[in-house]
Structure formats: structure tokens, C-alpha cells
Nanobody
Framework: QVQLVESGGGLVQAGGSLRLSCAVS????????MAWYRQAPGKQRELVAH???????NYADSVKGRFTISRDNARNTVYLEMANLKPEDTAVYSC????????????????WGQGTQVTVSS
């Protein structure tokens, strides 16, 4: 069974940095999209950063120049480097991947991490 396991959240002061990781466990074939979303209390979930298998990356306007998404295809892992954090970045961050699995069947599916809390104090 495929799962996404996140790590790296926590409490940081404004202006600080954090690095989130999301690794795939289980037998897989291909990972297409890798992305990070976040959801703050009382707000809708929003796309923070998106990485395609071709290597392109896109970011929400609110994080451009501060966040960097990267992927290690050999380790089936996606990272989110967050710098110059602001209180408005406080949210639960979740990774998302589009994966082709091998077992029990060969199939494409959408997978989510469990979410990790990022809190930025002013």
C-alpha cells in the first residue's frame, strides 16, 4: 500500500526557515506531479508549489521568491524549502502526488500526505 510520509513542520519565528519533506513508501512505478498544499484555519486549501516530472515548478504568488520545491526522484521524495517565513504562512501543509502503482494493480492514483503543522510567530 502506498503512503506519503511527511516530516519537518514546527514552530519558527518570523523571518526563519523550515524544510518540509514528503517521502513515498510502498512499491511504485512512476511519480508524475509532486506538489505542496496548505490550509490555514478558516480558509480553503491552496496550492503552494507544484513540480512536474519534466522539472518545471510553479508557485503561489504569496510564496514566490521565498519557497522552493524540489524533488529527488531516486528517493521518491519531494521537499519544500521555506525561507523568510511570515505569520500568514501558518497552516497545515500537505504533500500531494500523482503516482502509478505496481501492486495490487498497475494504476494511476492521487495520494496525500498526513499533513504537518507549520506555525510562524511574529
Amino acid at each position: 500500500q502506498v503512503q506519503l510520509v511527511e516530516s519537518g513542520g514546527g514552530l519558527v519565528q518570523a523571518g526563519g526557515s523550515l524544510r518540509l519533506s514528503c517521502a513515498v513508501s510502498g512499491l511504485i512505478s512512476i511519480i508524475n506531479t509532486m506538489a505542496w498544499y496548505r490550509q490555514a484555519p478558516g480558509k480553503q486549501r491552496e496550492l503552494v508549489a507544484h513540480s512536474t516530472s519534466g522539472g518545471s515548478a510553479n508557485y503561489a504568488d504569496s510564496v514566490k521568491g521565498r519557497f522552493t520545491i524540489s524533488r529527488d526522484n531516486a528517493r521518491n521524495t519531494v521537499y519544500l524549502e521555506m525561507a523568510n517565513l511570515k505569520p500568514e504562512d501558518t497552516a497545515v501543509y500537505s504533500c500531494y502526488m500523482v503516482i502509478r502503482t505496481i501492486t495490487p494493480t498497475v494504476a494511476w492514483g492521487n495520494y496525500w500526505g498526513q499533513g504537518t503543522q507549520v506555525t510562524v510567530s511574529s
